[in-house]
């Protein structure tokens, strides 16, 4: 196999990242080497190696017709297009940061979705400083598990948020501090020194012109 042919995951040609290399193709005139990349639109296409590393092919061809959507235009992407490119990215592209708590946790993203138009369609244009989120975080990426909400309320549907129950309901000890109007440091080093979480919410916190007084 000639190695100014092969490629790696991971790979940059131009707009395209590798995801799956070197994938023998069998054709009429013989066998062709190609790669699956993702392209930086978030469309996923398979690409003849030779086409890479001639500079040939550097992208999936989203940049030769412009978009009916008019949500992706001369590299300016609209807050919900790069939503839905970011969302791909995460599920399908294993040299992606976040990868392994998406793509690597089987989270998957419904068929309908890998068209704009539709996710769009389901989704709608998302208010200022509004984030995609998954209500159930160990779900897909579908219409019915999706919504846009704040920075700050997603932070709250973390998995590794610290869940506490008391009262008869379930939530992050940081909801609970921002209704109890205590420090979640305060609940937090309560909570870590041993006491109950009844006295830890329920025990008033005594300032009298002093800091960081538990």
């Given amino acids: 196999m000639p190695h ?19 994938c023998s193709r069998s054709t009429t005139s013989g066998s062709k080497l190609e790669s699956k990349c993702l392209c930086q639109c978030g469309k996923i296409t398979m690409v003849v190696n030779n086409a890479l590393r001639t500079g040939n092919t550097k992208g999936c061809g989203c940049f030769l017709h412009r978009p009916v959507h008019g949500h992706c235009k001369n590299a300016s992407r609209s807050k919900v297009y790069q939503a839905w490119s970011d969302m791909k990215q995460r599920c399908d592209n294993p040299n992606h940061n976040s990868y392994k708590d998406y793509g690597g946790r089987r989270i998957k993203i419904c068929k309908s979705w890998y068209n704009f138009e539709k996710f769009l369609a389901d989704m709608g244009e998302p208010a200022s400083k509004m984030t995609l989120d998954r209500i159930d975080v160990n779900g897909n990426y579908e219409a019915s598990n999706c919504r846009w909400i704040t920075q700050k309320e997603q932070s709250h549907n973390k998995r590794n948020n610290h869940y506490i129950f008391f009262n008869g309901r379930n939530q992050t000890l940081t909801k609970w501090a921002e209704e109890l109007e205590i420090k979640s440091v305060t609940l937090h080093t309560r909570l870590s020194r041993g006491w109950s979480v009844e006295r830890a919410f329920t025990t008033a916190t005594i300032l009298k012109n002093k800091r960081n007084v538990v």
Avoid: H, S, W, Y
């Fill in 4 to 22: 100014d042919l092969v490629t790696k995951n991971g790979d940059v040609f131009g707009r395209l990242t590798v995801i799956e290399a070197n």
